[in-house]
């Protein structure tokens, strides 16, 4: 009975039996194969670094608690009249509050809309047991602001293709923390990407197409930020002091370089994604310096001048869009929240 064995000895596989190797092609097979993957591993150690640091090890007890508690929130939520931003018969808008999770907004509509629903829909039958609903984008936990329901698949397909092909144009708004960018206007294009079972980092613009541990790859991210307020004061220059320097753009190569002994502002910005990445504003606002206050998974401040944040403050202001069903153009906006509306506020007193 012939007797296999494999071993390996300095990056290579061999193969041996007490019978020649001729009388087994198989086993000259096998030993192709096992040396072509022993080249291969080689190869593919060469993955694309992370610019972005990873988690801080503060952020898994809070995301925990925060979790814990929009889960309690969620049981208990339902939407109501003052929530409604939009709706026709092919789409309903929400204002998503911050600490809901999208799935619990969505779970939520049924019984909404046969609540609102007229008496003479309600004679005809339940229209919206018979909806189809489907979230054209989706919000973080908790980020708050625009979020878009449609009632039927082919609505759906029309809609998510022009969120897929960035024909929908979004504005966010964030209360941010750390050193004040020097333009008032920025744009920053880079890499993004996660090794398997890993945290969503930054990387090289350079990298965008390779491959990373698990099978992803490194995708397109690009951001433009509006500095709205320093501290509280309003961020604008004289024209002819931005005519060059008005918006200011960064291609990243290299990680950024914090200077931890520096002033931390107080920064309002408004972001215009271009790319639609998970956690795409929070990751710039990390990379530029001056991270989402509360958003304690990218170095933002957890505890501010004596008072604790339990979640982050990022804001999805607006969508502006063609309606997938009449290609008149949609701009849907909700209203800001606490938290922005008091620092614009500043601004105007």
């Known amino acids: 009975m012939p007797f296999f064995s494999l071993h390996q000895a300095q990056q290579c596989f061999f193969l041996y039996s007490p ?15 096992c040396s072509k993957m022993s080249s291969n591993s080689n190869s593919l150690q060469n993955y694309p670094t992370p610019l972005s640091p990873p988690l801080p090890s503060i952020s898994k007890d809070i995301e925990l608690a925060r979790a814990m508690s929009a889960s309690s929130k969620s049981s208990l939520f339902g939407l109501s009249r003052s929530d409604i931003l939009y709706e026709d018969e092919w789409l309903i808008a929400v204002n ?4 809901i999770y999208c799935d619990t907004i969505l779970a939520s509509v049924p019984r909404f809309l046969s609540d609102s629903a007229p008496s003479d829909r309600l004679c005809e039958g339940n229209q919206a047991s018979t909806l189809e609903l489907h979230l054209a984008n989706r919000l973080d936990r908790d980020t708050s602001g625009v979020m878009v329901i449609t009632k039927s698949h082919k609505v759906a397909s029309v809609l998510v293709k022009a969120f897929t092909n960035h024909k929908v144009q979004k504005t966010y708004v964030a209360f941010c923390i750390g050193s004040a960018p020097k333009s008032e206007r920025i744009t920053i294009k880079s890499g993004h990407g996660r090794s398997k079972f890993g945290a969503w980092r930054v990387y090289a ?17 690009e951001t433009t930020f509006e500095v709205l307020s320093i501290n509280g004061q309003q961020n604008y220059k004289e024209q002819s002091e931005c005519m060059e320097d008005e918006e200011h753009s960064i291609v990243v190569e290299e990680k950024a370089v914090t200077d931890v002994d520096a002033n931390k502002d107080e920064i309002l910005v408004r972001a ?7 956690h795409q504003i929070r990751l ?14 990218y170095e933002g401040v957890y505890e501010w001048k004596g008072r604790t944040y339990e979640a982050h403050e990022l804001h999805a202001e607006s969508l502006t869009f063609q ?15 606490l938290w922005a509306s008091q ?3 500043l601004l105007t007193d």
């Open 284 to 297: 710039h606002c990390q990379y530029l310096g001056f991270p989402i206050r509360g958003d304690v998974k």
């Open 272 to 278: 215009f994604p271009r790319s639609g990445r998970t």
């Open 205 to 221: 613009a350079g990298d965008v197409g390779r491959k990373l541990p698990g099978g992803s790859i490194v995708r397109d991210m």
């Open 96 to 99: 998503k509050p911050q600490g």
């Open 343 to 345: 620092a614009l506020q």
């Open 19 to 33: 019978k020649p190797l001729s009388k087994f092609p198989r086993a000259r097979t096998l030993f192709f194969l």
């Open 323 to 337: 309606h997938p069903v009449t290609g008149f153009p949609l701009l849907i906006q909700a209203p800001l929240p």
